[in-house]
């Protein structure tokens, strides 16, 4: 069973800027990748940002140039830096991780509103 626990959300205005992190309760260099994906109320769920074992990056269109994702291996933690951010933001953000499986963590509610 592999826990993942993401952290950071939070409300802000738009154009400020958020960090959220996922911890993993074992080495993140044992999935295949990790992902960040988000929920907006009445939509499904869609994918954010992806960082390889081999560390290579992939972003959605939609936040491309204004989001970030970062790894500390040895604190087994993914990051989601946002900047920038805009009302269409506003989400649930889930951590992602995949081997054989795919583990889900519980989100972490960021919303964007002046």
């Known amino acids: 069973q592999v826990q993942l626990v993401e952290s950071g959300g939070g409300r802000v205005q738009p154009g400020e800027s958020l960090r959220l992190s996922c911890v993993a309760s074992?080495?993140?260099?044992?999935?295949?990748?990790m992902h960040w994906y988000r929920q907006q109320p009445g939509k499904q769920r869609e994918f954010v940002a992806a960082?390889?074992?081999?560390?290579?990056?992939d972003y959605a269109d939609s936040v491309r140039g204004r989001f970030g994702v970062s790894r500390d291996i040895s604190k087994d933690t993914i990051y989601l830096h946002m900047d920038n951010l805009k009302p269409d933001d506003t989400a649930i953000y889930y951590c992602?991780?995949?081997?054989?499986?795919?583990?889900w963590g519980q989100g972490t509610q960021v919303t964007v509103s002046s």
């Open positions: 960082v390889s074992k081999g560390g290579s990056f």
């Open positions: 074992r080495s993140i260099l044992t999935f295949f990748a």
């Open positions: 992602n991780a995949r081997d054989d499986f795919q583990w």
